[in-house]
């Protein structure tokens, strides 16, 4: 069976500080990880995904899937990265059909 | 940018009542839509698989004749929850890709209140 494990439902971090998001997931094939952001009132838009390697707005993620885990990290949280983030999976079907953490509020105090 | 339109935003509807919420996709075709329901503080449960043109699939445990889904166009899916009770109150997301590795696009969601 699929599923995402986000262990923190809340993270609180200062201006500046580093951030890690963490998720481990659980899939016995070869997993697609995703990182999706929902910013107050706007809709759940991609952030990145692992297949890519990108940093997107300084954030990046590795999947270990020795750890079977793909954590989401920024050296300097800026304010503008208070938002929810979703860990989510695909069972290697594109983009497709995804399962999702249960999210983490991360809010960055100025 | 690609871009998914959700409407309604917002219904409140009395029990035994059907609601139909539309998920647009406004400047791409999207073969596949998925249907999303949200609980407050909880993640995204997928509900169910819009296939354009055939039947959708629906995850373990929904029940397909609650939740119709009709995707009768490239551009278009519907669900339509069906005698609606108060338990049916939840945020219901539509999100669509273009295919294959494209990235999935998300709809703003639709709040429904049965009262």
Not at chain 1, 73 to 80: D, G, T, W
Not at chain 1, 84 to 110: D, E, H, W
Request: glycine share 8%.
């Amino acid at each position: 069976a699929q599923r995402v494990t986000q262990p923190e439902k809340l993270l609180s971090v200062f201006k500046g500080a580093p951030v890690e998001l963490k998720c481990n997931y659980s899939y016995s094939g070869s997993p697609e990880l995703f990182w999706y952001v929902q910013y107050s009132r706007q809709r759940l838009q991609l952030l990145l995904r692992h297949i890519s390697r990108e940093s997107i707005k300084g954030f990046t993620a590795d999947l270990n899937k020795g750890e079977t885990s793909f954590h989401l990290k920024k050296p300097f949280a800026q304010e503008e990265d208070s938002a929810m983030y979703y860990c989510a999976l695909s069972g290697g079907q594109g983009a497709q059909k995804l399962v999702f953490g249960q999210g983490t509020r991360l809010t960055i105090n100025p | 940018g690609a871009v998914v339109s959700q409407h309604p935003s917002w219904v409140i509807c009395k029990s035994g009542t059907s609601v139909k919420i539309e998920c647009r996709s406004l400047d791409f075709q999207a073969t596949t839509m998925f249907w999303y329901r949200q609980f407050p503080k909880q993640s995204l449960m997928l509900m169910a698989t819009s296939n354009e043109g055939s039947k959708a699939t629906y995850e373990q445990g929904v029940e397909k004749d609650k939740f119709l889904i009709n995707h009768a166009s490239l551009t278009l899916s519907t669900l339509t929850v069906t005698s609606a009770h108060p338990e049916d109150s939840s945020f219901y997301i539509c999100s669509a890709s273009r295919g294959g590795y494209s990235p999935l696009h998300f709809g703003n969601g639709t709040r429904l209140t049965v009262t």
